[in-house]
């Protein structure tokens, strides 16, 4: 009685990156631990962080990709600045620290990609040669597969920068993904919702993910009530795909897991930077129940897709 007397007094500080999407994201980990406990906000603080990838102006793949949007707030886990950390699992790389783990993994909302553009109602309506914004190799390889005659610019910042930049007349189009539009109640924005025949996604995208150390068993316990298993499921086998292939933020690499009662199909892609070479392949797990499993069939379609790569890929 008296460690549940404690635990009710224990405040959890909640880390975040301080873009209105990342800070969306952590009051929705915010409000739903609220509602687990029956405990007001000012038991779950959160506190903001400017990570290296908020700060950099140019191409993240130059200064050590995806790492550089997670790297501060888990050196605030280490150091016990914060009890946990909200991150878009995207972002989060396949081999993290030894001492920390996620916890726990929300219901994803939507998986796909976004195109928006002021002044062309779709993909197939941009004419030839239009300009595309975006920092993301995998959506320039999809599109230039797609396209050959597109053009690309390179377009940072968070969504509302982006849009402004589209506004502006910066590019003719840009891609975002749907689940970040619609947590920021801006769907409205949305030209095309793109296909995934066309656009297969990021490993883990629209997937929000709590990060803690491992050793704090309060924390990890609190968590593992928000914890949302098809989607932990689906994740795991995405990311065990792009860690088989040596996935980071110099490599187009898609994957999508699509669930089916009880059994899961895998969607596994590959491309090179200019989309004129591919290999997509998929499988499935019949009565997928652990994360085990989950990640074998991620690995698996990955080491497959790895021997059918051979060296005929160039990344830079």
Known sequence: MMQQADMSQKAFTIGTRGSPLALYQARLVQSLLCEQTGRDAAAFPIETFTTSGDTIKGDLKEFGGKGLFTKELE??????????????????PTDGQAELHIAAILERSSNRDALISVKYKSLDDLPQGALIGTASIRRRAQLSAARPDLKFTLLRGNVGTRLKKLEAGECDATILAAAGLRRL???DVITELMPAEVMLPAPAQGAIGVECRKDDKDTTALLSGLNHLPTWLSVTAERAFLKALDGDCRTPIAALSIWTGYEMRLYGQVLSMDGSFQISDNDVAHTLSDTQQAYDLGWNLGQKVKAQIGDRVLWA
């Not at 009890?83 to 995207?90: L, R």
């Open 185 to 187: 109640e801006q769907v």
């Open 75 to 92: 050196t605030a886990l280490l150091d016990g600045r914060i009890d946990m950390a909200v991150h878009s699992m995207k972002d989060v």
